[in-house]
């Protein structure tokens, strides 16, 4: 089993912070900074004082607000099923899979108003229900993907390469892999067993599909950004003001030199024609504080005490805030990834139950927000030139190349994949 040891290498000058938050540490650097600092006082030019919208919920009385949560009635679960069943008899690959060929007549209108909801309602929404018992690996993922394509029809890549070679890799999987690779292979947390801190991920809508829950633990959490806006903008305009400045993002050689991106984790967006006003946030902590086998680059700069306390604060409001979702094995879960931390909690697996999820980033042409120039370069790593033919499929769990610490050597080989045919 992968053990996990603290990194000391990293850019000379980065401040005492880890991926998982320490919070005596956290208050401790409020106060040398409040001691030490002349903070702002006022927030960036055109910044809100106060976002008013379904996006800015909190956790402790969402679900008295929000019916978060569609059960699929037995109407739908016949038609679910006679969807999968058309999609087979035309032996297509899964990158074939779209709202023509898993068609779901009735349920389709469902699914376009959970779209509304992810994009412009409270931002997210649990589809429950799902007989995954009832259907091979191979189905469920056919069934998970054609659901998505009628609440969001554009899948994203989540890895340009396949067993070597160049590939659309649009499906990843959420497991703990920790007892099949090196733990200097792993450089993200969906790869263990560890807490998961706030973040986002890349994309415009997150899709988790729960195939199987941990013997123990594994919560799941979201935290409405815009209400983390709120709240520090009304108490901290000074971190406001750093989280709209630049950032030296490290890219974990996703790009080419100099390995990181410079790029604010904060974005407003005024009114426009019939674009309402919009808070956009992108950042994952570890691009900062490096995680397991990927440490933050020593040739990058290293941040700053400032930017280690937002980040802090970023975790600790949207906790105080969050409300924890039980996934079950059938959820669906679909999160607007630009108004909408996540986070999980650390959990246990047994012989018999080991959690298990799968991931798709997705984009709606009709509701996508607009994405902010800074970001255009990461939303087409994603999304920019994937074809139907060229979509993979694994089948099972195996690291990313953008989260391997180096080529990752597993124990145990997968087993199979679905895969567009070359």
């Not at 808070?279 to 490096?290: D, E, M, S």
């Not at 630009?338 to 697996?349: K, Q, Y």
Request: aromatic share 10%; net charge negative; hydrophobic share 35%.
């Amino acid at each position: 089993m992968a053990n996990a040891t603290t990194n000391l290498t990293g850019p000379p000058g980065q401040p005492d912070i880890a991926y998982t938050p320490d919070w005596d540490k956290y208050q401790a650097r409020v106060q040398r900074r409040r001691a030490s600092e002349d903070l702002a006082q006022t927030l960036p030019d055109g910044f809100p004082a106060k976002l008013d919208s379904t996006l800015a919920w909190d956790g402790a009385d969402v679900a008295e607000r929000y019916d978060y949560a569609y059960h699929l009635t037995d109407p739908d679960l016949t038609e679910i099923h006679e969807a999968l069943t058309y999609f087979r008899s035309l032996s297509k690959p899964l990158g074939e899979v779209n709202q023509q060929s898993f068609p779901l007549r009735d349920l389709h209108a469902t699914l376009r108003s959970i779209s509304r909801d992810v994009h412009d309602g409270y931002g997210f929404k649990v589809i429950r229900g799902v007989p995954i018992h009832k259907y091979s690996r191979e189905e469920n993922i056919i069934i998970y993907a054609g659901l998505a394509a009628h609440v969001a029809s554009i899948r994203g890549r989540q890895d340009h390469q396949f067993n070597g070679k160049p590939a659309d890799v649009v499906l990843a999987h959420i497991k703990d892999l920790s007892r099949e690779f090196d733990a200097q292979s792993i450089g993200s947390p969906a790869y263990t067993t560890e807490k998961q801190v706030f973040h986002t991920d890349s994309g415009d809508i997150i899709a988790l599909f729960a195939l199987s829950s941990a013997e123990e633990g594994g919560e799941s959490y979201l935290s409405s950004s815009w209400t983390v806006y709120n709240e520090l903008a009304a108490t901290r305009p000074d971190l406001i003001r750093i989280l709209a400045e630049p950032w030296d993002v490290d890219e974990f050689g996703k790009t080419g030199p100099p390995g990181f991106t410079r790029r604010p984790l904060l974005y407003h967006q005024p009114s426009n024609g019939s674009d309402p006003e919009r808070l956009l946030i992108q950042y994952a902590r570890r691009a900062f504080v490096g995680y397991w086998g990927l440490p933050r680059s020593a040739n990058i700069p290293a941040i700053t005490e400032a930017q280690a306390e937002a980040l802090d604060a970023l975790h600790y409001t949207a906790e105080k805030h969050a409300v924890a979702l039980e996934f079950r094995p059938g959820d669906i879960q679909f999160v607007n990834n630009l108004s909408i931390f996540h986070a999980r909690g650390s959990f246990r697996d047994s012989a018999h139950k080991q959690r298990h999820l799968v991931r798709l980033w997705l984009r709606d042409s009709e509701l996508a927000w607009k994405i902010p120039e800074a970001l255009q370069s990461r939303w087409d790593r994603v999304y920019e030139g994937v074809t139907a033919e060229n979509q993979v499929f694994p089948l099972e769990p195996s690291i990313r190349s953008a989260s391997s610490g180096k080529p990752a050597q597993p124990i145990l080989q997968p087993r199979a994949a679905v895969a567009a045919p070359a």
